[in-house]
């Protein structure tokens, strides 16, 4: 079948992981502990998060998970905070980040566009942190859906944001490709019935996706020769 509408994870697909996120955690890592450089070290070893080399280990469950579950981890370092007062501070400083764009996003996004693809976001992350993200990259026009962990249709490996990024194109979901950076986006790919694009501007290796992907990119660069040779078949 066709494709016709393209779903994409916002960090480690449109956005380098650790080039937008890295700096900004240890930031908060050093803002959360007041100084108390044992203290950071302590919550960055409980998230996965090396604080000398301000980055994220490649199996740090903060990479593929939500706010939420970052918030669980971290919270049994900070007793003086609630996890909603620590979630809700973590999703407004994740707002104001300056994101670092994998690609030429306006490029690629456009060069998708005038092809008659419907694109979508479907993150981990708050929907105010991606609408912020996507505003402050100048492509935010380019997306028909965007949905966050907390947008109503639960989160990644599970398939509700892409079930609902279908309906809202009116497309089937065999028709749609989820295009991630991290085995939870193949995964509720494979659980969507959708066509799974894996991509290497995250953590995972190549190794790590191709057993999960149709196809494993180096960026979203690769995206529309790839479907204009898929086409062909």
């Known amino acids: 079948m066709d494709l016709q509408a393209i779903?994409?994870?916002?960090?480690?697909?449109?956005?380098?992981?650790?080039?937008?996120?890295?700096?900004?955690?240890?930031?908060?890592?050093d803002r959360l502990s007041k100084g108390d450089q044992g203290l950071a070290r302590r919550?960055?070893?409980?998230?996965?998060?090396?604080?000398?080399?301000?980055?994220?280990?490649?199996?740090?469950?903060?990479?593929?998970g939500t706010v939420d579950e970052a918030t669980g981890l971290m919270l049994p370092f900070l007793p003086d905070y609630t996890h909603a007062a620590l979630r809700d501070e973590l999703d407004a400083a994740a707002a104001d980040i300056e994101m670092i764009a994998a690609v030429d996003l306006d490029a690629c996004l456009g060069?998708?566009?005038?092809?008659?693809?419907?694109?979508?976001?479907?993150?981990?992350?708050?929907?105010?942190?991606?609408?912020?993200h996507l505003k402050g990259a100048g492509v935010i026009d380019?997306?028909?859906f965007i949905a966050g962990y907390d947008s109503g249709y639960g989160a990644k490996p599970a398939p509700g944001q892409l079930l609902a990024f279908a309906r809202a194109v009116r497309v089937?979901?065999?028709?749609?490709?989820?295009?991630?950076?991290?085995?939870?986006d193949l995964r509720a790919a494979r659980a969507a019935?959708?066509?799974?694009?894996?991509?290497?501007?995250g953590p995972a290796t190549?190794?790590?996706?191709?057993?999960?992907?149709?196809?494993v990119l180096p960026t979203i660069d690769g995206l529309a020769d790839w479907l204009e040779q898929r086409a062909r078949l």
């Open 7 to 29: 779903l994409f994870d916002k960090d480690g697909t449109l956005f380098g992981f650790d080039e937008s996120w890295g700096a900004w955690a240890g930031q908060q890592l």
């Open 193 to 201: 019935g959708m066509v799974a694009v894996g991509v290497l501007t």
């Open 142 to 144: 380019a997306f028909s």
């Open 172 to 184: 089937r979901p065999e028709a749609c490709a989820m295009v991630g950076d991290s085995l939870h």
């Open 43 to 64: 919550i960055g070893a409980g998230i996965g998060y090396d604080l000398d080399e301000n980055r994220f280990h490649p199996t740090s469950p903060v990479i593929a």
């Open 206 to 215: 190549e190794t790590e996706l191709r057993a999960h992907a149709d196809v």
């Open 111 to 132: 060069q998708l566009r005038a092809r008659g693809y419907a694109l979508g976001v479907a993150t981990n992350d708050s929907e105010l942190s991606a609408r912020a």
